[in-house]
């Protein structure tokens, strides 16, 4: 396979993986959210809380439909695209992927329909149980998802055999790989954040248009309380997670930083120009001595740059260095938000502040934009390996021209833009609705008593008497 079809195999990867990551992450935390509300309704009786559960489920099966259809179809490049990789690497990954479908997936098909459809047809209990399966199951499947990818990215527990497969040979080092734990905890506080930037985001909308609309504020209110209690922990961890990959993956870390060279005493580059091909950072703007302290935590610590590295293994430096920035600038965005929500909270302005509510507004797709940045990063960074230091992108590639992946390429982003442009707008027409006391949950189209079945009797026969 030459090198511009594994570029055009690489780029379709990414495309669709970047169209069906956000999804999955939005329906992580969505899930979550509508247990919560459900969860509340019981506990309280008020019924605030389940005429909003009635707004965001309509939203969350569309977005969980599309989060389906978009998985199944990115699943098939595996065989198209990539056959080398799925051949070396299926006794390790294969059964890790079958355990999300036996386990995440049933459990999210097997009780969707009663949390959809089923909130007039079963007691509240059992309902209640319904979504908090489907919830469960999300985060089932970011488990499992997380446990495969962080296995390409510091794989352990394996073994090679005589024909070059890797073969599991300690499945609780496969799973609990090195860097799966920050990996996993890293992502789902991301999901959460995400969707509770999404919840605020509709929530001050409809502030901006009406400050008495009481399920405005009870949906912004919680999402102010995420953002102001996640945000920070997310911080932490991401610190703790980016401490793991400088122990595992050193040169991925020198591409986020942009250190060509190593050093003692590393300043942090806040912004500038990588120029890989002349190894060095043009207009940087630096803090010295920082980068070490934040790594190391010495003041002269040795942070390894990428002449430790073979240029052969180098990872594409101005992406990752661009894409690690707008992560953390967006998430530093969010604590700013969540604590200066905690400050209008105090002071009682929080549903008045109109130019805060235009802030959250702008910052509802914050998450998406850092979920994508923060999978760039990770993705991009690992490059040139598909299993880091073990398995290259060149060598796992199917030899398939690079005319053919063009026509697919181009295929996949016109149905893509087309099918998922027009189901994201949809979402975006539920969204602009204000949510009201009336909300009704989805409904299932089935007759309900025997006077509705002779009803769509007739419907038919004076259908059918029109026909012909």
Request: one cysteine or more; proline letters at 5%; aromatic letters at 14%.
């Amino acid at each position: 396979m030459g090198e511009l079809a594994v570029d055009l195999a690489r780029f379709q990867f990414a495309f669709t993986v970047s169209f069906h990551i956000i999804f999955p992450a939005f329906t992580i935390g969505l899930a979550s959210y509508l247990a919560v509300l459900e969860g509340l309704y019981l506990k309280t009786g008020k019924h605030k809380y389940i005429e909003l559960y009635q707004y965001w489920i309509k939203i969350f099966a569309i977005s969980f439909g599309m989060g389906v259809v978009s998985g199944i179809v990115m699943s098939y490049q595996f065989g198209t695209n990539w056959s080398v990789f799925s051949d070396k690497t299926g006794p390790v990954l294969g059964p890790l992927m079958g355990y999300e479908v036996f386990t995440a997936f049933f459990l999210e098909a097997g009780f969707l329909g009663v949390m959809l459809f089923g909130m007039n047809r079963v007691g509240k209990t059992l309902h209640f149980a319904a979504t908090l399966i489907v919830a469960l199951g999300t985060l089932m499947s970011a488990f499992w998802i997380l446990a495969v990818n962080s296995w390409m990215q510091t794989p352990a527990g394996y073994d090679v055999n005589e024909i070059g497969q890797f073969i599991p040979v300690d499945w609780w080092q496969v799973i609990f790989n090195p860097s799966f734990p920050y990996r996993l905890v890293h992502m789902v506080l991301a999901a959460f954040l995400t969707t509770a930037f999404v919840v605020g985001g509709v929530g001050a909308y409809h502030l901006l248009r009406s400050q008495h609309n009481h399920l405005a504020r009870t949906m912004f209110s919680m999402a102010m309380w995420m953002a102001a209690l996640v945000t920070p922990i997310q911080v932490f961890v991401g610190d703790l997670h980016g401490l793991n990959t400088l122990e595992h993956q050193p040169a991925k870390v020198a591409a986020m930083e942009g250190h060509f060279d190593t050093h003692q005493g590393a300043p942090l580059i806040l912004f500038g120009i990588p120029d890989q091909a002349n190894k060095e950072v043009d207009y940087k703007i630096q803090i010295p001595h920082l980068g070490s302290i934040i790594l190391t935590h010495e003041w002269n610590g040795e942070v390894k740059g990428l002449d430790a590295f073979p240029e052969a293994d180098h990872p594409p430096v101005g992406i990752v260095f661009w894409s690690f920035r707008v992560m953390v600038a967006l998430g530093f965005m969010m604590l700013a938000i969540g604590l200066y929500s905690l400050w209008l909270r105090k002071q009682g302005e929080l549903f008045y502040h109109t130019n805060f509510h235009r802030c959250c507004l702008l910052m509802a797709p914050a998450g998406f934009i850092a979920l994508l940045c923060g999978w760039i990063t990770t993705e991009v960074g690992r490059q040139p390996f598909t299993v880091y230091g073990l398995l290259r992108t060149a060598e796992s590639a199917s030899p398939v021209d690079a005319s053919a992946i063009s026509v697919s390429v181009a295929a996949f982003v016109v149905v893509y833009f087309s099918v998922f442009g027009a189901g994201m707008f949809y979402i975006l027409r539920l969204m602009r609705k204000p949510p009201t006391k009336y909300e009704q949950p989805p409904k299932a189209r089935v007759p309900e008593t025997e006077a509705d079945i002779e009803k769509s009797k007739r419907a038919m026969g004076s259908s059918n008497h029109l026909s012909s």
